[in-house]
């Protein structure tokens, strides 16, 4: 049986703030957000979004795309380290804003930026587990990521949300059946209970995912090795290669890392680019990555969302022309979990294609640096919608203990 992703749906918060201005408040070159990081704008949450209100939306948007009655969903789950609640997670407060019915199984995951792969690997063995009524998970990646105004970890902010529908008629990518993971306990960036913004080592992390791709991607190449020639690079069978996308330069850093491990174990290659590494995983890059990056660089870090929203934009601006071809994605999660996995991007694949990516950026409203910091000051506390606010749900706030969703329509009513 082929499982997959039948189907991709993207939200993103209505505002965005462009580096150049951020750059100038603080002081810096804006070239150095926006080449040295690879960051054009990013994605900033009012506070009448949280993390419940993205990741629904998301999924209102696929649902409806893909034409599916909410109750067929057999499995929800939601993947986000910007979790509401201690003990509620945000999946079931989603499962009700969608309509979803009882007979399902949903639950939150949180591994960092790694929860979405885990959420979509669980989703995927559950329906190859088969069983007596047709399984369709709906998977859904959703975050606000938070640093400390000023601080480095600032232009790699962002939010966001991918949903994904999950089953065996898989029209955006057929899933491989094997994997490369590596994990490891390492303290590069993590949030303890109690602080919105994330605690980072940053060029620790940069690290981390460095030693956690070449870790899961020899694990996948080790398996794969058998199916290649002697002297085959493994990149050399992949259109594209998609990377977890904190900011966009960390792609390029990864590649140059993943095409030197690939590279090595394939002796001819490696002796036609020793020399000029640098040169050769470039011109690699640009092929096979920087396709990738186009929604990245305008959204910034959207943690568990990232390699998905990376997937969907790929698949919305080249759609048939990839039919056929395989990808290669790569998943980290900081603390750490990393897997290398492949898929193939069926032919027929241009009737899915649209994963609303283009909309959203075109609806977002650009804010200055002023209104991004009250935003951020104000925290996602609900409230009323700011003008050009797009999202189909909003957060009113929190009221004797208790988190109070609507409907954007019946708040406009
Ligand atoms: P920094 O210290 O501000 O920046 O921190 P830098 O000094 O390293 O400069 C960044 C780049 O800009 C460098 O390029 C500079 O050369 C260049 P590189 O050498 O690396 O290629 N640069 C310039 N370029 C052009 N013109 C100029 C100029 N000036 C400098 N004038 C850092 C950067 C990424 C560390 C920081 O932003 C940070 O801490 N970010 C958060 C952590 C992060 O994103 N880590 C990524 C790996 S971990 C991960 O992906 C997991 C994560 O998503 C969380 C999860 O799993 O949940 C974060």
């Known amino acids: 049986m082929s499982v997959g992703i039948e189907r991709l749906a993207v939200y993103v918060p209505s505002y965005a703030l462009p580096m150049a201005d951020l750059a100038a408040a603080r002081g810096v070159a804006p070239e150095k957000y ?62 009700e804003l969608l309509g979803i019915g009882p007979r399902c199984r949903v639950y939150e995951l949180k591994h960092a930026c790694y929860a979405g792969t885990a959420a979509l690997m669980t989703a995927a063995d559950w329906v190859r587990a088969g069983g007596i009524r047709t399984r369709r998970a709906l998977v859904i990646a959703a975050d606000i990521a938070r640093y400390e105004l000023g601080s480095a970890g600032e232009p790699t902010q962002g939010a966001g949300a991918v949903a994904m529908l999950v089953g065996s008629e898989p029209q955006a990518l057929v899933l491989g059946e094997e994997s490369g993971t590596h994990a490891g306990n390492v303290y590069d960036f993590w949030r303890p209970l109690g602080r919105r913004e994330a605690i980072v080592d940053g060029k620790y992390s940069v ?25 085959e690079a493994l990149t050399d069978r992949l259109a594209r290669l998609l990377y977890h996308t904190p900011f966009p330069k960390m792609a390029m850093k990864a590649h140059r890392r993943l095409v030197e491990v690939d590279w090595r174990a394939a002796r001819e290659r490696w002796a036609a680019v020793e020399g000029r590494l640098d040169e050769a995983a470039a ?47 790569f998943s980290y999660g900081s603390g750490c979990c990393a897997e290398f996995f492949t898929g193939i991007v069926p032919s027929g694949v241009a009737t899915v294609s649209d994963a609303g990516v283009a909309t959203a950026l075109r609806q977002r409203t650009l804010v200055d640096v002023e209104q991004y910091e ?8 609900g409230g009323d919608t700011p003008a050009g606010f797009t999202g189909d749900f909003v957060f009113r706030g929190v009221r004797q203990d208790r988190r109070e969703y609507q409907h954007a329509e019946a708040l406009a009513a």
Do not use: W
């Open 283 to 329: 011109a690699s890059y640009r092929d096979l990555v920087a396709p990738s990056l186009v929604a990245a660089s305008r959204i910034g870090n959207t943690y568990t969302a990232s390699l998905y929203l990376c997937l969907a934009s790929l698949i919305e601006a080249e759609n048939r022309a990839l039919g056929g071809r395989r990808l290669g994605l």
């Open 374 to 381: 009250r935003f951020v000051r104000a925290g996602d506390v």
């Open 34 to 95: 926006v080449q040295g990081l690879g960051v054009e704008q990013m994605a900033i949450a009012p506070p009448c979004e949280d993390v419940v209100t993205l990741a629904a939306t998301a999924g209102a948007r696929l649902l409806r795309a893909a034409r599916i009655d909410p109750r067929s969903i057999g499995m929800l789950l939601v993947a986000t380290e910007t979790g509401v609640d201690h003990a509620k997670p945000v999946s079931i407060f989603v499962h």
């Open 207 to 231: 690290d981390c995912y460095l030693d956690a791709l070449t870790g899961a991607f020899g694990a996948f190449r080790s398996l794969e090795r058998p199916a290649l020639e002697p002297d």
